[in-house]
């Protein structure tokens, strides 16, 4: 059978087979070191931690192990949070800040053509030059798909007023 227990420091629900009670444990979820209580038949059914009170209408009167609602006098924070804006969508949204456009080098190579002169001039006259604060060169290695073995490449980036 399972031992059903909780961290005393994070109420992190945890379950160990009934061969392991008394031995010393970490917690997974905050490391805390947690002692397994013995087999306890009449906690085997029970999901809630001590001194959480749990809602009332959840507690299944058959014994059935059932999910247990925690009642908080905290605020209750939600578990899914609103995914931020992409990048190019919050650069038209807001006033006129910092910004770093990257332009590398094995992005702008077709076969038999090199056209990051041309990428890099035509990002430049985008931009405006009132508005470039610096250009610098960068440096990156990566791994060609094709033969497997890394690269090193250069590029430029340029940081400006948007």
Excluded at 1 to 6: E, K, P, S
Excluded at 23 to 39: G, H, K, L, V, W
Excluded at 131 to 139: L, M
């Amino acid at each position: 059978m399972d031992i059903v227990f909780h961290c005393p420091q994070c109420r992190q629900e945890l379950e160990a087979d009934s061969g392991a009670s008394g031995e010393q444990i970490s917690c997974p979820s905050c490391n805390a070191s947690i002692t397994i209580p013995a087999y306890n038949p009449t906690a085997v059914h029970s999901t809630t931690p001590p001194s959480v009170p749990i809602s009332p209408a959840v507690q299944s009167p058959s014994g059935e192990r059932t999910f247990a609602v925690p009642i908080t006098k905290e605020p209750v924070q939600p578990l899914i949070q609103r995914p931020l804006p992409p990048l190019e969508a919050a650069a038209r949204d807001t006033a006129r800040k910092m910004r770093i456009k990257t332009i590398r080098h094995s992005d702008c190579r077709e076969v038999g053509h090199d056209h990051f002169d041309a990428s890099v001039t035509e990002a430049l006259n985008k931009i405006g030059e009132e508005n470039i604060v610096t250009i610098s060169t960068i440096n990156y290695s990566y791994i060609e798909m094709g033969t497997q073995k890394l690269i090193t490449d250069y590029g430029v980036m340029i940081v400006f007023r948007g």
